[in-house]
């Protein structure tokens, strides 16, 4: 084949001087400027572009548009390469690289072509039925099924593109740029509204761009069309997305819309984004989406050389290429007709039109007969000959009834076949938007009924046929709108516009007849990309699969990624055929969002990486990671975890870390405890409700540990609560949990006791907290603070002071979560680093250490002391945990308290906090390790609870371990079983408390 | 992604807003003297209609601040946005709140009066 053998000079808007090479399936061709892949390959000759899903029979290029079923391309290369894209609307561009999907190991020699052969073994619902039993086989089956099938391969490594979200608003929203979508967006605009102008498509224009045939207010479409754009873009407050689709209709009129900024440029910019997802809240919609062409059911309609009628116009009148030089026009309705005028007048032959109705008449007609064009009225193609590309189709006549042919079979010779089966609407958005679908049995297709959102529908995606109905629809509903969302104004004019138009009505023949049963010689094509046909649809129906829904899981009509835009109607129209039943009542599956497949990473966007989730950091940081510290994710926080010194492995670290808080003085940033200031004069009563112990007596400058819970009675946040005066409090919490204590205290205080006179303010990141911890830590910070009296009786446990630290103001807290003597210096956080520095060097001589998280859980761990969150998981009250002492008896009513009474909360086997020892002293459990009593050789045996905490302990000597176990303490003592992968352990129960059970340290 | 009032900040993206569940369920002053049935209707239980409803929104990445509306759950209107401690005022609003079957429930009678919720 020459280069570019089917492109016709004078027709087209493609740029016949700029000449773009491209490759596909490794050969290389060239193509025009304005081309798609798909024109630029039918210029080139090329029909045959992928093989069927299911019988790898040849498929060639069917429309021209985002309906496409059969040309599915996998695009570009390497982590770039993307699957499933639509030829049709793939932009040409310098170097594009495109490779057939779905054959092996050539699109045309292809080895599962053995399918077609077989073919009787793979009807509705062949997955289900062959591959039910047995269940372990499965795995195997489907890796079978998915490389036989396979759409495409995604690429295995990150996306390296960019993408990007918008956030818009607007008055009016118009989707779709067809002479419809142009003068409702020209209407709105002119009234000062804002308007976003949305179409899929390169170019703006919809349909006026393959339409030379009609001329517009005395104008050519093209000119129309472009003074149209002209005039909108000189609204100040209009937008123009073209290459934009809307893609998914939700609540409250928000709309998202997938714009490609630079899949079509061969060499783009670095500044801008491959693609950007658009969110928009519109005032009002109009929808002007146009309509799909439907396919006609026929024998063998599945060849290359077998294309929508509206196609082949397409690829004539906007790209210059001639589909097929010797064409067949197959349809029901005028609208073909206008593809046998357009090809004929292009040079091309048109063998015949066969057109199902019988009466037929007006200016179309008329206009093919004087052409010379043979039309055969009442006639059907019954069969179609050629293997990668339709060669000659058989005609015969149709019984008056329509439900079979009869007389003599006549050969016609093709090489194309323009098929035309009336349009359906694009209804997807309307019906994503919960808008109501009516049959019209005049069009044969649904079109939109009741509006659920303030949307209206406009043009061709309405039914309307004429390009004047189009417009003059479009004109009212841009302007209605945009009077709707509050502007004043006028509509312009309707434009007078004239074109051919025909007599109007179709004949519906759902499953054309041919010379045997359906299904019984040859295959009738209702899905073309999950090959689906008219006898499956029958099948299925017979086999009691007659709800819509049922069918189309079963068959897998319409799943595709084209989800059925040219197949849903026809498939609902046989299977009304079927049941006898008319297609309302068959009723139709939900239209979901997106509208076209789009790119995961759209929906991540800039969110990716470093950005996926805020990262916070103390003041501190920057010595941390100095001092190359390993971090840990605590929430959005990063917390140094342990600081190895070199050569040394996790555990060793942490060991030494562990043994220097208790034996020396250790040192840990413990800035990212949640903190919440809490003032008024309510506040102490506040607390009473809040927490389970008694805050009225609480004196100024002491400190409290505070269990919260919520009103089930199951723990929900702890921390340490110091009164700083009267009527001013200063509030621990979890590091994980302070977004949601302050969140809980507002919503006790907004929405239950809006009388009390109290108020809460985050005060997290207002300061910074440096723990010190150990035998030494009084001394340390008695070098560096001279106004506070340091001795216990001045300044005893669970005490705040106010004074200088380093001559830093500071809040000094004398708590600890360690049961060592410590401290916790609180500074306005600019002076964290600075504290910390000065710690660090008066420490020196007592080698100061450092410690991390780590440790910090192995400290708390020896002493018993519970992690919420680690030792609970929302089902933990505070008798499960052994703290029924922190629960005040004397309070009359606190958050949780009536539920503590609850008979599921005193149940006997409710699960308990216990330690657990190991036998061998250095085997330290797995966290999450599940304990039995009975044990047996495999699973299942009674699972008693699950190890919530486990290290080893330096200062014990010995690993320890805390679990919850089904009546715990009482199993105090007992041996158990830990049952791992490939061993089990045995444990002993005791009392969760492995290091100075009296908490002697504490004081020092 | 519905697109909500809020009474201080004006309409937002429903993404900026927390859900709450339920409105006009007050908390019992005096739990000890329910039943655990009774109690556990306070604490469980919830009307989940098709149609109007009464519930509660916080402006969470906003003003932080608390109040009820009233909507359908069928077409996601908002009918009707007041502030807490205060009752419905458009007449779905005040049929639904009417027709709550927990009105007049041991636990709504043991709920103090004047409560933000009641
Ligand atoms: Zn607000």
Request: proline fraction near 5%.
């Amino acid at each position: 084949m020459s280069p570019q053998s089917h492109r016709v000079t004078e027709r087209g808007r493609t740029d016949k001087t700029r000449l773009i090479p491209f490759k596909f399936d490794g050969r290389d061709y060239v193509g025009q400027a304005g081309d798609t892949l798909a024109s630029a390959l039918l210029a080139n000759g090329v029909h045959l572009v992928g093989r069927g899903f299911k019988y790898h029979r040849p498929r060639g290029i069917l429309s021209a548009g985002s309906e496409e079923p059969n040309a599915l391309i996998q695009l570009g290369q390497g982590q770039r390469s993307e699957p499933n894209t639509r030829a049709t609307q793939i932009e040409l561009f310098e170097g594009l690289v495109a490779e057939s999907q779905n054959r092996w190991p050539s699109l045309a020699f292809d080895i599962g072509e053995a399918n077609n052969l077989v073919s009787r073994l793979l009807p509705s619902g062949f997955y289900y039925k062959t591959f039910m039993w047995p269940a372990s086989w499965w795995e195997k089956y489907e890796h079978m099924i998915r490389r036989a099938a396979g759409l495409g391969k995604a690429p295995v490594g990150r996306d390296p593109d960019r993408y990007e979200k918008h956030h818009a608003h607007c008055d009016v929203l118009v989707v779709g740029s067809g002479p419809a979508g142009l003068a409702a967006a020209l209407a709105a605009a002119r009234t000062g509204a804002r308007v976003i102008l949305a179409d899929e498509q390169s170019e703006l224009g919809g349909g006026l761009l393959s339409n030379s045939e009609a001329t517009i207010a005395g104008k050519s479409t093209e000119a129309w069309r472009s003074d149209t754009i002209a005039a909108i873009e000189a609204c100040e407050a209009a937008t123009l997305l073209p290459r934009t689709t809307v893609t998914g209709y939700y609540d409250h009129n928000y709309l998202t819309m997938v714009e490609r900024v630079t899949d079509h440029l061969a060499n783009p910019p670095a500044h801008l984004p491959r693609q950007r997802l658009w969110k928009v809240r519109a005032k009002r919609v109009v929808l002007a989406t146009g309509a799909i062409e439907r396919p006609l059911v026929f024998r063998d309609n599945d060849r290359p050389g077998i294309m929508l009628s509206s196609a082949v116009r397409t690829y004539l009148q906007r790209y210059g290429v001639l589909s097929g030089r010797r064409a067949l026009v197959f349809t029901n309705n005028d609208d073909a007709y206008r593809t046998a005028l357009s090809l004929k007048e292009a040079g091309g032959v048109v063998a015949a039109i066969v057109d199902l109705r019988i009466e037929v008449s007006g200016a179309l007609l008329d206009a093919a007969r004087a052409k010379g064009i043979e039309v055969l009225l009442g006639h059907a193609v019954v069969a179609t000959k050629g293997h990668k590309h339709v060669r000659s189709v058989s005609v015969m006549a149709l019984t008056g009834a329509g439900d079979g042919v009869q007389g003599l079979a006549r050969e016609i010779e093709c090489d194309l076949i323009a098929m035309a089966g009336g349009w359906n609407p694009t209804v997807h958005l309307l019906s994503q938007s919960r808008g109501k679908l009516s049959w019209n049995e005049d069009l044969g297709a649904f079109v939109p009924g009741q509006s659920f959102q303030a949307e209206t529908s406009a043009g061709s995606c309405t039914g309307a046929l004429e390009t004047a109905d189009c417009i003059r629809q479009g004109l009212k509903a841009g302007m209605d709108a945009a009077r709707a969302a509050g502007f004043k104004g006028r509509a312009p004019a309707a434009p007078k516009v004239e074109e051919h138009s025909g007599s109007g009505g179709m004949r519906l023949i759902w499953t054309v007849p041919s010379t045997r049963p359906v299904g019984r010689g040859g295959k009738h094509f209702v899905d073309f990309q999950n090959d689906v046909t008219a006898a499956d649809i029958r099948l299925a129906a017979r086999e009691g699969y007659q709800s819509v829904e049922h069918l189309k899981r079963y068959t897998t009509t319409g799943m595709g990624t084209d989800q059925g835009k040219t197949s849903n109607v026809n498939a609902l129209a046989i299977l009304g055929d079927v049941l006898s039943s008319d297609i309302p009542g068959v009723g139709t599956t939900t239209f979901r969002a997106p509208f076209t497949p789009s790119a995961i990473g759209l929906y991540a966007a800039r969110n990716v990486g470093e950005f996926f989730d805020p990262e916070r950091r103390t003041m501190i940081d920057e010595w941390h990671r100095e001092a190359g510290a390993k971090f840990e994710h605590v929430g959005q926080w990063m917390r140094a975890w342990y600081y190895p010194k070199p050569g040394e492995a996790q555990r060793q670290a942490v060991d030494r870390e562990v043994k220097a808080a208790r034996d020396g003085v250790g040192i840990m940033d413990a800035s990212t405890l949640g903190k919440i200031d809490i003032q008024g004069p309510d506040a102490a009563e506040f607390l009473n409700r809040v927490y389970t112990n008694a805050w009225l007596k609480l004196g100024i400058g002491r400190c409290r540990y505070g269990l919260m819970l919520h009103e089930d009675a199951m723990v929900f946040d702890d921390g340490v609560t110091t009164r700083l005066a009267e009527n001013h409090f200063h509030m621990t919490t979890t590091t994980g949990g302070a977004a949601g204590v302050l969140d809980w205290l507002e919503e006790w205080r907004q929405t239950e006791w809006p009388e009390m006179k109290v108020h809460f303010t985050s005060v997290t990141e207002q300061w910074a907290v440096v723990s010190i911890c150990g035998r030494k830590s009084r001394e340390l910070l008695a070098e560096l603070c001279d106004d506070i009296d340091l001795s216990g009786e001045a300044f005893p446990f669970m005490a705040m002071r106010e004074g200088t630290v380093s001559g830093l103001p500071a809040r000094v807290f004398r708590i600890s979560f360690t049961g060592e003597l410590s401290y916790e210096i609180n500074v306005a956080a600019r002076h964290g680093l600075a504290l910390w520095r000065a710690l660090m060097a008066a420490g020196e001589k007592h080698a100061i250490t450092p410690y991390g998280t780590e440790a910090m859980h192995v400290l708390r761990a020896e002493k018993g002391f519970i992690i919420v969150g680690q030792e609970t998981d929302g089902t933990v009250g505070p008798d499960d945990l052994g703290m029924d002492w922190i629960v005040s008896k004397k309070k009359p009513d606190f958050i949780g308290r009536r539920s503590l009474a609850r008979p599921d909360m005193l149940k006997p086997d409710r699960k308990q906090l216990v330690g657990l020892l190991t036998d061998d002293p250095n085997e330290v459990l797995p966290e999450g390790g599940q304990i039995v009593a009975d044990l047996k050789p495999a699973p299942p045996m009674e699972m008693l609870g699950h190890i919530t905490s486990s290290y080893y302990s330096p200062n014990c000597g010995h690993s320890i371990a805390m679990a919850l176990i089904k009546g715990g303490r009482a199993r105090t003592g007992e041996k158990l079983f830990v049952p791992l992968d490939g061993k089990t352990v045995s444990v002993r129960v005791v009392e969760p408390k492995f290091f100075d059970p009296e908490g002697e340290r504490a004081n020092g | 992604m519905l697109l909500i009032e809020c009474p201080w900040c004006g309409p937002r993206d429903e993404a900026e807003f927390a859900y709450g569940g339920e409105a006009h369920i007050a908390r019992p002053t005096e739990p000890d003297k329910l039943s655990d049935a009774e109690w556990a209707e306070y604490l469980f239980l919830a009307s989940n209609p098709r149609g109007t409803y009464l519930e509660r929104w916080r402006h969470a990445h906003g003003c932080r601040r608390w109040f009820n509306a009233v909507r359908d759950t069928y077409t996601h209107e908002i009918i009707e946005i007041y502030a807490m401690g205060s009752l419905p005022k458009s007449k779905l609003g005040i049929q639904a709140y009417e027709d709550s079957w927990r009105r007049g429930s041991a636990a709504e009678q043991n709920a103090k009066r004047g409560s933000a919720k009641s």
